[in-house]
């Protein structure tokens, strides 16, 4: 069973602040990894996708791998209130390329 | 640039009445998932339908059942309806069959089951 956890939350920063959502995956052969953000009663939308170990960034924001950790995280900078959102983390494991396995997802709040 | 788009975008059904939901992929996608949302919790995938085939199944009953026509959009059937099935489902399209290419999602047919 390949899992995908998240810090539920409820995460709440400042404008202009830094946000860091963090997640977890169990399949040591789990080869992308990806972030969606999904504002309440719409679907997820696509924001960030890395393959390889160190960092990508992406206007404000920045994702994070380590694989020997098993470790992703999204780092979103200058956090404005149109950030507030849900932050799904995705895996597509090695043995089951084009399935996504998701995370319950962190809720971020950015208050003005 | 067409998105993928869903539909209906709601459906109210009753126990043991059956549904078909509906998918174009985004233009240039020739790939198809669809996975179940429900309230609070990630998406989990049902399938995914690439050249006209189911190429991946994930833990759902075979209630669950899916088409792709040649046009690469997509349906997915239920039948037998229970009231754990009122969720929403997401279609998402990507290019070049299973693989580890992005999928980007539909706005989803949010289905309600009394």
């Known amino acids: 069973q390949k899992e995908v956890e998240q810090n539920s939350g409820p995460l709440s920063v400042p404008e202009g602040a830094i946000a860091s959502l963090n997640c977890t995956y169990s399949?040591?052969?789990?080869?992308?990894f990806f972030w969606y953000r999904q504002y309440s009663g719409k679907s997820p939308e696509l924001i960030m996708s890395?393959?390889?170990?160190g960092d990508k960034e992406d206007g404000r924001f920045t994702a994070q791998l380590n694989k020997a950790s098993q470790y992703v995280s999204l780092l979103i900078r200058d956090s404005q209130p149109s950030d507030s959102a849900t932050y799904l983390c995705?895996?597509?494991?090695?043995?089951?390329?084009?399935?996504?396995?998701f995370g319950r997802g962190t809720q971020l709040t950015v208050w003005p | 640039d067409a998105g993928v788009t869903q539909s209906p975008t709601h459906l109210i059904k009753t126990r043991g009445q059956q549904v078909t939901l509906r998918c174009s992929p985004k233009?240039?996608?020739?790939?198809v998932s669809w996975y179940q949302q429900a309230l609070g919790q990630g998406p989990q995938f049902i399938f995914q339908?690439?050249?006209?085939?189911?190429?991946q199944r994930g833990n759902f009953p075979d209630r669950f059942s899916g088409h792709q026509f040649p046009n690469y959009s997509s349906e997915l059937n239920v039948n037998a309806l229970l009231l754990g099935d009122s969720a929403l489902y997401l279609c998402?399209?990507?290019?070049?069959?299973?693989?580890?290419?992005?999928?980007?999602f539909g706005d989803g047919t949010r289905l309600s089951i009394l």
């Open positions: 339908y690439y050249e006209e085939e189911e190429r």
């Open positions: 995705a895996v597509i494991g090695g043995s089951t390329l084009g399935r996504l396995y």
């Open positions: 399949d040591r052969g789990s080869q992308s």
């Open positions: 890395i393959y390889s170990n």
């Open positions: 233009s240039g996608h020739d790939t």
């Open positions: 998402a399209s990507s290019l070049g069959g299973p693989s580890n290419q992005p999928q980007h």
